[in-house]
């Protein structure tokens, strides 16, 4: 996978929570064969298998913190989508925006909304079918408490305009979806976080982050 989040902090907690987020999906040269994604094009969503890479760990423990009860609470790691696993798989509904075939890099796909991190290994690709994978009535547990938070952002438009047009919209909606671990809540913290080859520094009080600088990242 190649994002725009060259390492964890940032990263929205769910696939789809930012639909303007692209990334492109490059496959290792044994599997550049366009005839392995024909048909692919008919679908409007995706399943990703993937690799939480950076988790990778010896043991595991039965009970985790989830982000969203605060970093505070433990419940049943089966019972979360948390990284730390006995095995370290992820899984993310993604929509499908478009394949493209180059020269260099065979069959590229690109896709919209993904919640992984540049270099992040992924297993398997799966069309996502809504006449089964689509559960409108399905409960949502304890995730449901915190269903629509959101942070209102303030960017001044003198640094937005540092951000490339077409990025500014995804980073906004990850800035919204606030991005500093659930334990730390200090007023006073001036979070950095690096997105598409930018630093952005930020500040949040209260239910408001404040974008304080934009910073080309270092190269």
């Not at 010896?58 to 790691?77: A, C, F, Q, Y």
């Not at 180059?102 to 398997?124: N, R």
């Not at 540092?162 to 659930?182: F, S, T």
Request: aromatic share 10%.
């Amino acid at each position: 996978m190649h994002s725009d989040f060259p390492e964890k902090f940032g990263i929205p907690r769910q696939s789809g929570l930012v639909k303007e987020l692209e990334s492109a999906i490059v496959f290792e040269p044994e599997y550049r064969n366009g005839d392995a994604l024909r048909g692919l094009d008919q679908f409007s969503h995706i399943w990703l298998i993937w690799q939480f890479s950076e988790s990778v760990r010896e043991g595991w423990s039965p009970t985790v913190r989830p982000p969203r009860l605060g970093g505070n609470e433990r419940v049943g790691v089966f019972a979360t989508r948390s990284p730390f696993r006995p095995n370290e798989i992820g899984l993310s509904s993604v929509r499908l925006i478009r394949i493209e075939t180059t020269q260099k890099l065979g069959p590229v796909i690109y896709v919209a909304g993904a919640d992984l991190m540049d270099g992040t290994p992924i297993f398997d690709i799966k069309p996502y079918l809504p006449y089964v994978d689509s559960h409108p009535e399905a409960r949502g547990g304890f995730a449901e408490d915190v269903k629509g938070y959101h942070l209102k952002v303030d960017f001044p438009p003198e640094l937005l305009k540092r951000i490339p047009v077409r990025r500014r919209q995804a980073l906004c909606g990850v800035l919204a979806e606030d991005p500093r671990p659930a334990y730390q809540r200090d007023p006073g913290r001036i979070y950095g976080m690096d997105f598409a080859g930018f630093r952005i520094k930020f500040r949040v009080i209260g239910e408001r982050l404040t974008v304080l600088d934009v910073q080309m990242g270092e190269q």
